[in-house]
């Protein structure tokens, strides 16, 4: 499979504080990985990286294609839930990277934000104020609004964070879906449903970590232990 993105020896920090070190990784195109690890592990942090947003401090980070056509999902208290906009306008500045110095979308541009909010099925929710979604709806909205940048991956930080037991299976239902369709999956979670039902391979991050299939990760002293504290039984 197609190598998209490779993580080599990378440490990452702030100023003096080292957050994660040693971390060697990879993403193959169709890809689901899920970045598990305790609170202040570093995956928001690798998140940031990925995105070019935080330079780790050292390693190496490579891309086999544009990192500016990586769709992000943000974590949901990173963005502004009152936004005067409508879904449409929401779902239509996915595509600002394409805009490159033009003022305006263009006619694909607005034809790719509807075909997003066909897929996501909220077209009905067009004309609709943003900030009077529900949590479900508007994580659908961003997911639309990621996919007008995601060409060949997507980047998802706790998309369900907050959001009730019914809504998030729906969710992870979708992403399975967008990944059976050939989208490339990232993930960060504290959820462990997406890391045993969906995912491919799974990077752990903090005292421990692991980096592999996810067989071999449930099958590791580092995944045994994951499992036992997030409380899952079979
Ligand atoms: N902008 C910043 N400046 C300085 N330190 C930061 C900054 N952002 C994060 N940190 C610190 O880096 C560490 C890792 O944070 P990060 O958000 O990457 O962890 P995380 O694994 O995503 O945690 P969580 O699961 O709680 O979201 C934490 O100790 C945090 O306080």
Do not use: C
């Given at each position: 499979m197609n190598t998209l993105i490779t993580g080599k020896n990378?440490?990452?920090?702030y100023e003096d504080q080292i957050v994660a070190r040693n971390i060697d990784f990879s993403v193959s195109e169709g890809d689901y990985l899920c970045i598990l690890g305790d609170n202040g592990a570093g995956k928001s942090t690798l998140v940031k990286a990925i995105l070019n947003l935080h330079e780790p401090l050292s390693g190496e980070l490579k891309f086999s294609f544009d990192?500016?056509?990586?769709?992000y999902l943000p974590q949901r208290s990173q963005i502004?839930?009152?936004?005067?906009?409508?879904?449409?306008?929401?779902?239509?500045s996915g595509c600002v990277n394409s805009l490159k110095g033009r003022f305006f979308y263009s006619k694909e541009d607005k034809k790719r934000a509807y075909e997003n909010m066909d897929k996501m099925d909220i077209k009905r929710l067009e004309k609709q104020p943003?900030?009077?979604?529900?949590?479900?709806?508007?994580q659908r909205v961003l997911l639309a609004r990621a996919l007008c940048a995601a060409k060949k991956v997507l980047l998802l930080d706790e998309p369900v964070a907050g959001l009730d037991?019914?809504?998030?299976?729906?969710?992870?239902?979708?992403?399975d879906d967008l990944n059976n369709?050939?989208?490339?999956?990232?993930?960060?979670t504290h959820d462990v449903h997406p890391a045993?039902?969906?995912?491919?391979?799974?990077?752990?991050?903090?005292?421990?970590?692991?980096?592999?299939?996810?067989?071999?990760?449930?099958?590791?002293?580092?995944?045994?232990?994951?499992?036992?504290?997030?409380?899952?039984?079979?």
């Open positions: 990378i440490t990452l920090g990192r500016s056509k990586i769709g502004q839930r009152d936004f005067p906009s409508s879904v449409y306008e929401v779902v239509l943003f900030a009077l979604l529900s949590g479900g709806q508007q037991s019914h809504t998030s299976s729906e969710l992870y239902k979708t992403i369709d050939g989208m490339t999956i990232i993930m960060v045993i039902n969906s995912a491919s391979t799974i990077l752990h991050l903090g005292k421990a970590f692991f980096f592999g299939a996810k067989d071999d990760y449930f099958s590791s002293s580092v995944g045994k232990r994951y499992l036992e504290e997030s409380g899952h039984h079979d």
